[in-house]
């Protein structure tokens, strides 16, 4: 991908006879051509992934203390029933949801995905945050109430700061899939106010009539910046968090 996006003959690869040259023209264009919008849709996808890693993670770090620490009836079938919810297939649900964004007036809007995208994470971080917490000690809770922190102080104050790892992992997860995901973004979004980048690189054909392979590898090499970031940022979080949870069970 990166190669062929500094290619001035993208299909250099199919013959010996075209030589590879080096050239910026594809990202010159990919940047610089407003028409392409592809800065539009790399904006929104942050945006979007941004907000629904926020609201995802918050969410869930407050249902899985819920469900490690607190005693209640059904417990172990509402944590089955999310995980068992989270394995429809996204084309089931699909159709109801355009039905539903239309009647409300939220297709192309931002919010038409970072809801569906919420909800669509919420089991995996639901379930990776539930095994982090479940690994510490309820004594820490018990602790910080005789001094009298209430329960979400317990939360905010003690539990999250010792599951930093199980956090940044998912935090991390959460925001790849949304970053990434394009059968919703597909269907929900009409054009660059909304549409995300993987869109953005599937419809490039329908702009050109042909497919520019150096524009389009260009664009991809651009999208993949901030997950490869993130990930060497956090990879050692991302490795404690998923090895914990995985030990838990």
Do not use: C
Not at 14 to 40: C, W
Not at 105 to 132: E, K
Not at 217 to 223: D, L
């Amino acid at each position: 991908m990166i190669i062929v996006s500094f290619a001035k003959f993208p299909n250099f690869l199919a013959s010996k006879e075209i030589p590879f040259i080096f050239t910026l023209q594809h990202y010159r264009e990919v940047i610089g051509t407003h028409d392409l919008h592809v800065m539009n849709y790399f904006k929104n996808s942050l945006i979007v992934a941004v907000v629904v890693t926020v609201l995802a993670v918050t969410i869930a770090s407050v249902a899985a203390y819920a469900v490690s620490r607190i005693k209640f009836r059904g417990k172990v079938f509402i944590i089955i029933g999310i995980l068992a919810v989270s394995m429809f297939p996204q084309i089931s649900i699909v159709g109801y949801l355009f039905k539903l964004m239309t009647k409300i007036g939220w297709i192309n809007t931002y919010q038409a995905l970072i809801f569906p995208y919420t909800a669509w994470v919420m089991p995996i971080s639901l379930w990776i945050l539930v095994s982090y917490f479940s690994q510490l000690p309820i004594d820490l809770d018990e602790a910080a109430m005789l001094d009298g922190a209430t329960r979400m102080q317990t939360l905010i104050k003690v539990i999250i700061p010792l599951a930093a790892p199980g956090v940044f992992s998912t935090s991390l997860l959460v925001f790849i899939s949304a970053f990434n995901e394009f059968m919703f973004a597909l269907l929900l979004t009409s054009d660059y106010h909304a549409r995300t980048i993987p869109v953005g690189i599937a419809l490039f054909e329908g702009l050109h009539g042909e497919i520019p392979w150096g524009q389009i590898m260009a664009t991809s090499a651009i999208a993949s910046i901030p997950l490869v970031i993130l990930t060497l940022i956090f990879q050692r979080y991302i490795v404690q968090g998923l090895t914990a949870g995985a030990i838990k069970g």
